[in-house]
């Protein structure tokens, strides 16, 4: 069955950076995009960006440029988010979910990692 | 960007009674490409509906969606209290994807 299954929750301080993990299991690692979405305590739903792990393509919000980094390990089944310069307001649980079948349009988000939780504070 | 705008933002309902939750959009939406999904407390989303109107796998038939262009409308026939949780539209098309704000279900 399709997993994915994200690392555990950090506490980080400000200015500093995190790296979350997902690991995928029951499916074509290759073959689906993965998109990040977070959302602060009490909030909603965020988009981040999505990352092709067939190609390593990303596409970021316009919210993260310059602050976002989501890379691949196709030989481990896993990706990754990495947020940078992080600030008390990127207090939130992170979230990988699968997208869209690589070569097909446009499909929703069938599953999801459990979430991680990123607490930044001094 | 599209703007999804969800309303109301909290739904009020006792158990066995019909839910009508709102979502419109900014500018008009493919329907092939408008979901939901439910969330309940300390879990991820959950999907519901798919291009407007299909239920996902192992969805109860109480939950329909409808809807099309710059309106859409998730209902559910009959409420039991599992449904009692937050409910988000989403359009998984264009680019950046956008997430309407959410509507609260609540038990009144």
């Known amino acids: 069955q399709v997993q994915l299954v994200q690392s555990g929750a950090e506490v980080k301080k400000p200015g500093a950076s995190v790296k979350v993990s997902c690991k995928a299991s029951?499916?074509?690692?290759?073959?689906?995009?993965i998109h990040w979405v977070r959302q602060a305590p009490g909030q909603g739903l965020e988009w981040m960006g999505w990352i092709n792990p067939n190609s390593g393509g990303t596409n970021y919000g316009r919210h993260f440029q310059g602050r976002v980094t989501m890379t691949s390990d196709t030989s481990m089944y896993t990706a990754y988010m990495e947020l940078s310069s992080l600030r008390s307001d990127d207090t939130a649980v992170y979230y990988c979910a699968r997208g869209s079948d690589i070569t097909s349009t446009p499909t929703p988000w069938d599953f999801w990692g459990q979430g991680t939780l990123v607490t930044v504070s001094s | 960007e599209i703007v999804l705008t969800q309303s109301p933002g909290t739904l009020s309902l006792s158990p066995g009674e019909r839910a009508t939750l709102s979502c419109r959009a900014s500018?008009?939406?493919?329907?092939?490409?408008l979901a939901w999904y439910q969330q309940r407390p300390g879990q991820a989303p959950r999907l519901l509906i798919y291009?407007?109107?299909s239920r996902a796998t192992g969805i109860p038939d109480r939950f329909s969606g409808s809807g099309s262009g710059t309106d859409f409308t998730l209902t559910i026939s009959r409420l039991v209290p599992e449904d009692f949780a937050v409910y988000y539209c989403?359009?998984?098309?264009?680019?950046?994807?956008?997430f309407g704000q959410g509507t609260q279900l609540e038990i009144k």
């Open positions: 500018q008009s939406v493919d329907s092939s490409y």
């Open positions: 029951g499916y074509t690692f290759t073959g689906y995009y």
């Open positions: 291009g407007a109107s």
């Open positions: 989403q359009q998984y098309d264009s680019s950046p994807r956008t």
